[in-house]
């Protein structure tokens, strides 16, 4: 059963129309444009010539691919601990409980910022060693995933900066130590294994959710899947289909900077449809550091608009987040 077949019941799908910011463009104005337009609309956008190059992009992709391919004993001697560093298996995580009877039918490995044990910084939540897998298995891995999470940073940082720009904030606004001067960067490869999707099973490749913190960064090949519903309150909802783009970020803004915006950009639903073919992708969820404090932005409330949530610390906020979607890890000890 392909796609088409499966969403009748939900209403129309249709191609979203995302636009798409170049970082080696010169005109700043035309890209803070763009975003902002885009960041009011859909939450999702484009970004091409950010510096990584395909070469690099194919070797990450084929990495991930490897360690995907190990045997599942293999993989689960490097399972999800209680930092969020590790492999999270096949029907790990729930992200629409509602409307899922399984969990999501994709494999992930999170790397998040390294920071050794004996580091004060260790204690934070998303701070401390990452799990490797064994370089005589892997040989190279750990370097490839560690290259590609710094570059990545950086892409983040540049897109940070329209973003500011766009909230008419300082450029440097996110470049603060508090916020992405010293970040919770985590980096996250999926796979997906090739089963169709069928929303009205309750049966998804991901389910519908909109993500925690402050930007996603998405890479992904060249099979389809990822979907975006721009009002989550209609009836029925209306599923958009983001076609991948080769070379490009498909970024996507979090909850976080919804709330940091006071509602003023949008955080957007979306899923994964598998449509019966493997699917790997690579998203980077890059928010401030554990001690900032997000609350509304000065340029975001005025009288008629008050602020609508009540500051809180990142920390907290991703902690409760990652506890509301991720199975239990007693489980795994059951096992």
Same mark, same amino acid.
């Given at each position: 059963?392909?796609?088409?077949?499966?969403?009748?019941?939900?209403?129309?799908?249709?191609?979203?129309?995302?636009?798409?910011?170049?970082?080696?463009?010169?005109?700043?104005?035309?890209?803070?444009?763009?975003? /902002?337009?885009?960041?009011?609309?859909?939450?999702?956008?484009?970004?091409?010539?950010?510096?990584?190059?395909?070469?690099?992009?194919?070797?990450?992709?084929?990495?991930?691919?490897?360690?995907?391919?190990?045997?599942?004993?293999?993989?689960?001697?490097?399972?999800?601990?209680?930092?969020?560093?590790?492999?999270?298996?096949?029907?790990?995580?729930?992200?629409?409980?509602?409307?899922?009877?399984?969990?999501?039918?994709?494999?992930?490995?999170?790397?998040?910022?390294?920071?050794?044990?004996?580091?004060?910084?260790?204690?934070?939540?998303?701070?401390?060693?990452?799990?490797?897998?064994?370089?005589?298995?892997?040989?190279?891995?750990?370097?490839?995933?560690?290259?590609?999470?710094?570059?990545?940073?950086?892409?983040?940082?540049?897109?940070?900066?329209?973003?500011?720009?766009?909230?008419?904030?300082?450029?440097?606004?996110?470049?603060?130590?508090?916020?992405?001067?010293?970040?919770?960067?985590?980096?996250?490869?999926?796979?997906?294994?090739?089963?169709?999707?069928?929303?009205?099973?309750?049966?998804?490749?991901?389910?519908?959710?909109?993500?925690?913190?402050?930007?996603?960064?998405?890479?992904?090949d060249d099979v389809p899947g990822l979907q975006i519903c721009k009002d989550r309150d209609a009836k029925p909802q209306i599923w958009e289909d983001v076609a991948p783009l080769k070379g490009a970020f498909i970024v996507n803004l979090g909850d976080m900077l919804e709330r940091w915006s006071n509602c003023i950009f949008k955080s957007t639903l979306h899923r994964v449809l598998g449509n019966g073919h493997e699917r790997y992708s690579?998203?980077?969820?890059?928010?401030?550091?554990?001690?900032?404090?997000?609350?509304?932005?000065?340029?975001?409330?005025?009288?008629?608009?008050?602020?609508?949530?009540?500051?809180?610390?990142?920390?907290?906020?991703?902690?409760?987040?990652? /506890?509301?979607?991720?199975?239990?890890?007693?489980?795994? /000890?059951?096992?």
């Amino acid at each position: 059963m392909g796609i088409q077949s499966v969403e009748a019941h939900r209403g129309a799908t249709k191609p979203s129309m995302l636009n798409c910011i170049d970082l080696s463009d010169p005109d700043i104005k035309t890209s803070v444009n763009l975003l /902002k337009q885009a960041c009011l609309d859909s939450g999702f956008f484009y970004v091409v010539n950010h510096g990584i190059s395909q070469d690099f992009m194919d070797e990450v992709f084929a990495q991930s691919k490897k360690f995907f391919g190990l045997p599942l004993k293999e993989k689960n001697k490097l399972l999800r601990n209680e930092k969020h560093r590790g492999y999270t298996p096949v029907l790990d995580e729930l992200l629409d409980p509602e409307n899922q009877v399984h969990g999501d039918y994709k494999e992930g490995y999170y790397i998040g910022v390294e920071v050794s044990e004996d580091d004060s910084e260790s204690q934070k939540p998303f701070y401390g060693p990452n799990q490797w897998p064994a370089s005589d298995i892997l040989p190279g891995w750990r370097q490839t995933m560690e290259k590609y999470h710094q570059q990545a940073l950086e892409v983040g940082r540049a897109v940070g900066r329209i973003i500011a720009l766009s909230l008419d904030l300082d450029a440097d606004f996110f470049d603060k130590p508090e916020m992405l001067g010293e970040p919770i960067a985590t980096l996250r490869l999926l796979h997906y294994e090739g089963q169709t999707s069928n929303p009205s099973q309750g049966l998804y490749g991901a389910g519908a959710h909109t993500d925690y913190g402050l930007i996603t960064l998405l890479a992904t090949d060249d099979v389809p899947g990822l979907q975006i519903c721009k009002d989550r309150d209609a009836k029925p909802q209306i599923w958009e289909d983001v076609a991948p783009l080769k070379g490009a970020f498909i970024v996507n803004l979090g909850d976080m900077l919804e709330r940091w915006s006071n509602c003023i950009f949008k955080s957007t639903l979306h899923r994964v449809l598998g449509n019966g073919h493997e699917r790997y992708s690579i998203a980077y969820f890059l928010e401030p550091s554990h001690d900032c404090l997000v609350e509304c932005l000065p340029t975001c409330k005025s009288e008629s608009n008050p602020p609508r949530f009540p500051p809180i610390l990142c920390q907290d906020y991703l902690c409760q987040r990652y /506890k509301d979607t991720h199975a239990d890890l007693s489980i795994y /000890k059951k096992q």
